[in-house]
């Protein structure tokens, strides 16, 4: 009895089932990657505004020309969207409680790009979204 001729049934099955579980683990992982891109793209940051949090989320699709998410200027834009009324002060303070290496300077320069692009007005200075 040859017992290449044996083991070559239960070698192929072998291999079968090793190619479908690769294929499978392939699809489950491509299926993961969709469900992540997904929630990355519909997820914003959240800052906190003293005791209170402020979700980011901007419920539909944002403008042309918006900041990048995770920019200073988007951190700008967000926060004077769920917090309207605030002072420049009170502004560059819930940013860097998100970005706490991001200076003053930055930030007002933000504030000064972001007001340019009319995302945001101020009126009596205090910062709105426009």
């Not at 769920?82 to 300077?105: F, R, Y």
Request: no cysteine.
């Amino acid at each position: 009895m040859d017992d290449t001729n044996a083991k070559d049934p239960i070698s192929e099955a072998v291999e079968k089932v090793r190619k479908e579980a690769y294929a499978a683990g392939y699809q489950a992982a491509i299926a993961a990657m969709n469900s992540a891109l997904s929630d990355i793209t519909n997820a914003v940051p959240e800052i906190s505004t003293g005791g209170s949090i402020v979700s980011f989320t901007s419920g539909g699709k944002t403008p042309p020309g918006a900041p990048t998410v995770g920019t200073i200027p988007h951190y700008v834009w967000t926060a004077v969207q769920k917090k309207p009324g605030m002072t420049n002060s009170e502004l560059i303070g819930v940013v860097q409680q998100h970005a706490p290496k991001a200076s003053d300077g930055v930030i007002r320069v933000a504030i000064n790009r972001m007001r340019a692009k009319k995302f945001i007005v101020s009126r009596h200075d205090k910062w709105f979204p426009a």
